[in-house]
């Protein structure tokens, strides 16, 4: 039998039933048609997770009830709060999907010089509203107990005045430096500095420096914006994080 994992805003006590959004009822249901008795895998952000059976299933309101709780942990030791610059498309969706998957604790999506990408009102609410399911579904996925914040995009001279970190880092291809050359350091954070398509501008990587933040990159070979963030996600978790 297949591990499904839900995530839900509710507090989660053994021995209660609990109400499931209108998202998580509609997927259970209708999508992977399940039925009473099932059982399921919750978790709400709070630390752990609890193992619950599905009681009524109905498309718009499903009710499980809460049989026993574990107290695990999947969270990586290094923080990792990735800026990285708007993009079109399905191209944020990606990066947000994959670097949720790959351990990162915080994203905040930048307005740059080379940002296409305009927001303003209630698009900007439903973007972050539309971010931030994706980072719920990949924490369910990738059995993750915590949901990484998508906050309101920002401009990036902002973000790189205001982050907080051990070490600020930004990619761009032109640095001679990599991450690997930084292995000796011991870092429990870090703010990941990363430009939209057609990358960030010199004046932008030198007031990032200007900001403490130190030019890298990640070898001979252009990234896209969407891959670029997976791929130093990656490393660093090896050097830092829980990667083995």
Not at 138 to 167: G, M, V
Not at 188 to 215: C, K, V
Request: proline share 4%; hydrophobic share 35%.
């Amino acid at each position: 039998m297949r591990t499904i994992r839900v995530f839900t805003h509710q507090s989660l006590r053994i021995g209660e039933e609990t109400t499931l959004d209108e998202i998580a009822s509609r997927h259970l249901v209708t999508v992977l048609r399940l039925k009473p008795g099932y059982g399921i895998t919750l978790f709400n952000g709070e630390g752990g997770e609890f193992q619950a059976t599905l009681a009524h299933c109905k498309p718009k309101k499903t009710t499980a009830m809460v049989s026993s709780f574990e107290d695990i942990n999947r969270e990586s030791p290094l923080n990792i709060h990735l800026g990285i610059g708007l993009s079109r498309g399905d191209r944020m969706d990606w990066v947000i999907q994959k670097a949720t998957e790959a351990g990162v604790t915080e994203i905040t999506p930048l307005y740059t010089e080379r940002t296409e990408v305009k927001l303003k009102g209630e698009r900007v609410e439903k973007k972050l509203r539309h971010w931030q399911q994706i980072s719920i579904s990949a924490c369910e996925q990738s059995y993750r107990t915590q949901i990484p914040p998508i906050n309101s995009p920002t401009s990036i001279d902002s973000w790189c005045r205001d982050i907080k970190a051990e070490k600020k880092l930004v990619l761009h291809h032109r640095s001679q430096q990599t991450i690997h050359g930084l292995k000796n350091d011991s870092v429990n954070s870090i703010a990941l500095l990363i430009g939209p398509e057609g990358g960030l501008t010199e004046q932008e990587i030198r007031q990032a420096e200007d900001t403490q933040f130190s030019a890298l990159t990640l070898g001979p070979r252009v990234l896209r914006t969407e891959t670029a963030p997976v791929i130093a996600i990656g490393i660093l978790q090896s050097l830092w994080g829980d990667y083995q």
